[in-house]
């Protein structure tokens, strides 16, 4: 199996087969931000090595590895960035002593990534939400409006989804204050103003948008994944009691601006490749813009951990997979730009959140508690209904090879009191 120099455990998330793009921050860029590839428990900085001319053969422009952001990179032409990741492949070889022995580069382009700071990768433009999971879609139809309509008319037919807010996707790290808002309780005659008592996660998985299309135009379903970077992990929180009361008729809005926690690495669709598998068999047959001639996903491990100030280490209680998707990444790009809406390099677009059929692969803690019937029982003695003031969610994907994982990192995030 391919190796680096750099010495990479079997369950780390960052062998030489991966090689996800970040942008970080460390002493050595004397408060730049730098753009770096993750190997093992290293960062390995493009920008230091770009401004010493290793890539110039390829990449000529140094700007577009000063710019802070992965923006210009990421509309590079796809065979320019598959040939650099294959440039940095042979770089990072175990039997390559270009970097290997040069004591002095490695001091200058190899930081650990724990002395590291990292930064939001991407300058995102717009922000599109899907509710692609039937799994979750049937769960949260049941609680409210019984089985018989769990799903909407339209769900089987076309990805649902919702134009979300660009402006607080933050970095995992970064803390989420509890939202206030309008609450109505169903005893109640009117509603009363105060913070959110029902906040949850939800499990999710987003892509970027490498290059889009023109106003007017759509994309074909067949070349969706063309314009796809790649894939990030997401947790897109939600206050239940708030988007209970202000959701109809035109869906979420302030249960769900507040914020959007993304992981720092963006695993590359080229990474992902030996981990395809075929979606699951969509019944009706979709239309024929949302037919591809190879409907397929990925095999993608996601779980998810609690941390409370009780716990001394994070308790999984959730375990799902990417596969579970009923909307394929293909189909929701097709969709969102039948209409001739243009994605613009740096857009974001998640799945919604990501559930299985068995009750410990629900996405949310909606279902987990099955709307707080059901609190979730900690090691610490403690129950949850939903989230509390301290509590910490960590959410982590990957998947696994022979011998090698291709994994996202994490996305964590600690819960704050209202202000």
């Known amino acids: 199996m391919h190796k680096s120099f750099i010495p990479v455990s079997p369950d780390s998330h960052f062998p030489i087969q991966n090689l996800p793009f970040g942008v970080f921050k460390h002493i050595n860029t004397k408060g730049k931000a730098h753009i770096g590839t993750a190997i093992g428990e290293f960062i390995l900085d493009l920008t230091y090595l770009s401004d010493n001319n290793f890539f110039s053969v390829l990449i000529p422009d140094k700007e577009i590895f000063r710019s802070g952001n992965l923006n210009s990179f990421m509309s590079l032409d796809k065979e320019i960035?598959?040939?650099?990741?294959?440039?940095?492949?042979?770089?990072?070889?175990?039997?390559?002593?270009v970097i290997r022995d040069d004591k002095?580069?490695?001091?200058?382009?190899l930081y650990l990534q724990k002395?590291?700071?990292?930064?939001?990768?991407?300058?995102i433009g717009d922000y599109t939400d899907f509710y692609s999971s039937r799994e979750h879609a049937t769960n949260v139809g049941i609680m409210f409006r019984g089985k018989?309509?769990?799903?909407?008319?339209?769900?089987?037919?076309?990805?649902?989804?919702?134009?979300?807010?660009?402006?607080?996707?933050?970095i995992s790290g970064t803390k989420v204050k509890r939202p206030k808002g309008q609450t109505k309780a169903d005893t109640e005659e009117y509603p009363k103003f105060g913070e959110s008592k029902l906040l949850d996660f939800e499990l999710e998985m987003g892509y970027f948008i490498s290059s889009g299309n023109k106003l007017g135009t759509n994309i074909k379903v067949d070349d969706a994944l063309e314009k796809v970077?790649?894939?990030?992990?997401?947790?897109?929180?939600?206050?239940?009691?708030?988007?209970?009361w202000e959701y109809q008729p035109l869906g979420p809005f302030l249960a769900k601006n507040f914020a959007t926690s993304v992981s720092p690495w963006i695993v590359t669709l080229d990474a992902l490749e030996p981990f395809k598998k075929s979606n699951v068999e969509q019944s009706p047959e979709p239309?024929?813009?949302?037919?591809?001639?190879?409907?397929?996903?990925?095999?993608?491990?996601?779980?998810?951990?609690?941390?409370?100030?009780?716990?001394d280490i994070p308790y999984l209680i959730c375990k799902s997979n990417f596969k579970y998707l009923y909307w394929s990444i293909q189909q929701q790009i097709a969709h969102h730009t039948i209409t001739g809406c243009n994605l613009q390099t740096g857009d974001?677009?998640?799945?919604?959140?990501?559930?299985?059929?068995?009750?410990?692969?629900?996405?949310?803690?909606?279902?987990?508690?099955?709307?707080?019937?059901?609190?979730?029982?900690?090691?610490?003695?403690?129950e949850r209904k939903f989230l509390q003031d301290g509590d910490t969610v960590i959410m982590t994907a990957y998947c696994q090879g022979d011998g090698y994982r291709i994994g996202f990192g994490s996305v964590e995030s600690e819960i704050l009191p209202a202000v």
């Open 229 to 244: 970077f790649g894939l990030t992990i997401v947790n897109d929180w939600s206050a239940r009691d708030i988007q209970k």
């Open 148 to 170: 018989e309509n769990a799903l909407m008319p339209n769900w089987l037919h076309l990805p649902v989804g919702y134009h979300g807010r660009a402006s607080s996707v933050i």
């Open 287 to 311: 239309l024929p813009y949302l037919k591809p001639k190879n409907n397929f996903t990925y095999d993608i491990i996601l779980e998810v951990y609690i941390k409370t100030k009780k716990l």
């Open 115 to 123: 002395d590291c700071e990292m930064i939001l990768p991407v300058k």
């Open 81 to 97: 960035r598959k040939n650099f990741r294959e440039k940095l492949k042979v770089l990072l070889d175990e039997n390559n002593p």
């Open 104 to 109: 002095k580069l490695r001091e200058k382009c």
């Open 348 to 382: 974001l677009l998640a799945s919604g959140t990501i559930s299985g059929i068995e009750p410990d692969s629900f996405g949310s803690m909606l279902e987990l508690t099955w709307r707080g019937e059901k609190p979730l029982k900690l090691p610490s003695g403690e």
